[in-house]
């Protein structure tokens, strides 16, 4: 897993190779949404920030020398959207 802040008013949460990469696109929007939830319900800094951004990522190296990565699915979660 992966978080990032961008331009200090997004969070990124990015799930590489997990397993949640096997779920359905229904499935990992809800379980994108409940990760947004959480974030909202514990970062401190959720005041500052407008969007919650959950990806589920494909990431792998091949022979030391090349690497492939594919964001399987992306969902954006406004802040004020969230419950």
Do not use: G, P
């Not at 959480?38 to 951004?53: H, L, Q």
Request: charged share 25%; hydrophobic share 40%; net charge negative.
């Amino acid at each position: 897993m992966q978080v990032t802040l961008h331009n200090v008013n997004s969070v990124v949460i990015s799930f590489i190779n997990s397993h949640f990469n096997d779920l359905t696109e229904t499935e990992k929007a809800a379980k994108a949404e409940e990760i947004a939830q959480f974030v909202k319900d514990n970062y401190d800094s959720v005041d500052k920030i407008d969007d919650i951004v959950v990806s589920f990522v494909v990431h792998k190296k091949y022979f030391l020398l090349f690497e492939y990565t594919n964001s399987l699915d992306t969902f954006t979660f406004k802040i004020s959207e969230l419950d």
